[in-house]
């Protein structure tokens, strides 16, 4: 078992560029979340899927981000344009199942540097 | 909407003291509960969960009980060691299929020798 990876770890980039971060869930979990890290704000869900299909994007901040999930094996979350108040850790999490009691499998992180 | 309170931190003690981390909730109906750990550049990763009330999770000598009466789910251990420093997460899931987890602030937990 591979986890969740996702890439890049490190990303800076300057304002006004386009990012796209990459996830990859855990083979056979069929239910996909992004959340981003901040020290002011905590942990916040951006967006998850079930069964590749966007439940609730109801956390995603403005219309600079979208997220896809093309399959069962892939998802992007893309900002455009970024900002610096975009700087953060955004995790990708996978599940097994859609019981609510089912554990989230983190991946490490992308580190998100605007300047 | 659901949402989770978790105390301030950060907690420093010294290696064998007792650790308390305090979690209330707000949900309907009955949520599952869970803790979450986080280590320097890692991700989140399950430390213990319960699903009903009076239920008990426990892993790696950290325990917490779910109490429906209190809304909470208080992380507790008898003896920390340095090992134990990261950063503590608790989070609920509503009882609702296929619903994101809730996740609390966080409270950094720092041990020393």
């Known amino acids: 078992d591979a986890g969740v990876i996702q890439s890049p770890r490190h990303e800076v980039t300057e304002m006004g560029q386009e990012v796209t971060l990459r996830c990859k869930p855990i083979?056979?979990?069929?239910?996909l979340f992004w959340y981003r890290q901040t020290m002011m704000r905590g942990l916040e869900l951006l967006i998850y899927?079930?069964?590749?299909?966007?439940?609730?994007d109801s956390g995603m901040p403005e219309d600079r981000f979208s997220a896809k999930m093309p399959n069962a094996s892939f998802s992007t979350l893309k900002i455009q344009p970024s900002e610096p108040r975009d700087s953060a850790v955004y995790f990708c999490?996978?599940?097994?199942?859609?019981?609510?009691?089912?554990?989230?499998?983190f991946g490490n992180g992308t580190r998100l540097t605007v300047t | 909407g659901d949402s989770v309170t978790q105390m301030e931190g950060p907690v420093t003690l010294s290696e064998e003291a007792f650790l308390t981390i305090n979690c209330t909730y707000t949900?309907?109906?009955?949520?599952?509960l869970f803790w979450y750990v986080q280590y320097p550049g890692e991700g989140l990763q399950l430390l213990l969960k319960a699903t009903k009330a009076d239920d008990k999770g426990s892993n790696k000598g950290f325990e917490a009980t779910y109490r429906k009466e209190t809304t909470s789910f208080h992380l507790e251990k008898g003896s920390v060691q340095v090992s134990d420093s990261a950063v503590y997460f608790c989070a609920l899931s509503a009882n609702q299929a296929g619903t994101a987890l809730i996740f609390g602030k966080g409270t950094t937990l720092s041990v020393s020798s």
């Open positions: 899927f079930n069964n590749n299909v966007p439940i609730d």
């Open positions: 083979s056979g979990h069929n239910s």
């Open positions: 999490a996978s599940r097994s199942g859609t019981a609510d009691n089912s554990p989230l499998h």
């Open positions: 949900a309907t109906g009955y949520p599952s």
